[in-house]
């Protein structure tokens, strides 16, 4: 199975800087024959579902705010926030589907400080 | 609007099965994936499996490859998991997922989990 390893595991931020949550994966998630790169990031916000943020690697999920933003090649992967807002606190997930199984990093946790 | 509506929380004895429904509203059921994540208490999220109605059989983590059982009844528009043999670990809340669009390349379909259901709290006691 694909491992997926995020950093860091714990992020608190201040409300309007930048935040950045890496990812990793133990194998290429780059799809040779079109060229995709098979990697989502999704949030769960506290008491809630898990909601789709970005997919294939930096596409924005629909209704999500530009200051959301996927990056990354190959097997190293970012999640930027820009301007963080206080309701961007959740856990996120990066997620692997290259391949099955699906795998999930173990998740960030994002507070505000 | 697509909404997945599961059941509500059971509470299950160590050995037996339970089957979690999801059913999909404001969307044709049959054309996209619908898969299973599921959380326990306090740990991150796991993929289970997952089906394309129309195309059949399900894809499985091959750790649950045993026990788990994902169906599609296209009749009433509903997805369902069966997980046999429970144990203490599978307490957790289990989340259905579906897509809402689908590419082909070289035979292998990408999909992922746009949407999602409320979960369902399975809870496995003695």
């Known amino acids: 199975d694909i491992v997926m390893t995020q950093t860091p595991l714990y992020l608190p931020v201040t409300p309007g800087e930048s935040a950045s949550i890496s990812c990793r994966s133990s194998?290429?998630?780059?799809?040779?024959?079109?060229?995709?790169?098979?990697l989502d990031w999704y949030l769960q916000k506290p008491g809630q579902s898990p909601q789709l943020l970005i997919y294939t690697l930096s596409y924005r999920a629909s209704g999500v705010p530009d200051r959301f933003s996927g990056s990354g090649s190959g097997t190293d992967f970012t999640l930027n926030i820009s301007r963080v807002e206080a309701e961007d606190v959740g856990v996120y997930y990066c997620m692997q589907r290259i391949e099955f199984p699906w795998t999930f990093g173990q998740g960030t946790k994002v507070e505000i400080k | 609007q697509v909404q997945l509506v599961q059941s509500g929380a059971e509470v299950k004895k160590p050995g037996s099965s339970v089957t979690v429904p999801c059913r999909v509203s404001g969307v044709i059921f049959s054309n996209y994936a619908i898969n299973w994540v599921r959380q326990a208490p306090g740990q991150g999220l796991e993929w289970m499996g997952g089906?394309?109605?129309?195309?059949?059989?399900?894809n499985y983590a091959q750790r649950f490859q045993d026990r788990v059982t994902i169906t599609a009844d296209e009749s009433t528009s509903t997805a369902y998991l069966e997980v046999s043999s429970l144990r203490s670990e599978d307490t957790a809340v289990y989340y259905c997922?579906?897509?809402?669009?689908?590419?082909?390349?070289?035979?292998?379909?990408?999909?992922?989990?746009?949407?999602w259901g409320q979960g369902t709290t399975v809870t496995v006691s003695s």
């Open positions: 089906i394309i109605p129309i195309f059949g059989p399900a």
């Open positions: 997922t579906r897509a809402l669009t689908m590419t082909e390349v070289a035979n292998r379909k990408h999909y992922t989990m746009d949407v």
């Open positions: 194998q290429s998630l780059l799809e040779s024959v079109d060229g995709n790169t098979y």
